[in-house]
């Protein structure tokens, strides 16, 4: 846990949440505001500052992390219709918390390319 990280203190439950998922290696939650009908977020419960953070003995925790994304989006009914991931990385990339997180986004057709 890092101290001071908002999405730490989240999985730690010091701060609540509206939890989707959740097991030894990931924590999936509610958007607190959502940009789609459905906003969920997807974490490692390792503390990775951002996906350029990851390294080799990260490989597993990332294939886990989308595989689960993979069946959030299917268990919340999306994939027939399409969903999209986001990760957004660093200041350009409109990053805002800094602990990895995956957006998954769906129950409305997105634009592209993104603003
Ligand atoms: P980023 O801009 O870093 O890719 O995404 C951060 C996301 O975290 C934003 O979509 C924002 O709405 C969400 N967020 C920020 N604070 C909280 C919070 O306290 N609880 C929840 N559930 N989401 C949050
Ligand atoms: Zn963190």
């Known amino acids: 846990m890092a101290e ?14 509206n939890k989707v ?6 924590y999936a939650f509610r ?15 390792k503390h990775l500052t951002d ?3 990851a390294s ?3 490989q597993a ?3 886990h992390l989308l595989l689960k994304a993979n069946e959030v989006a299917r268990a919340e009914g999306l ?13 350009d990339g409109g990053q805002t918390v800094f602990h990895l997180h995956l957006h998954i986004l769906g129950g409305r057709h997105l634009d592209w390319p993104p603003g």
Do not use: M, W
């Open 4 to 17: 001071d990280c908002l999405f730490c203190k989240i999985i730690a439950g010091e701060i609540p949440s």
């Open 21 to 26: 998922y959740s097991d030894d290696q990931v």
């Open 31 to 45: 958007d607190i505001n959502p940009a789609a009908p459905t906003h969920i977020l997807i974490i490692p419960r």
């Open 51 to 53: 996906v350029s953070a």
């Open 56 to 58: 080799g003995e990260d």
């Open 61 to 63: 925790l990332l294939g």
């Open 79 to 91: 994939a027939d219709a399409g969903y999209r991931y986001v990760i957004n990385t660093g200041k």
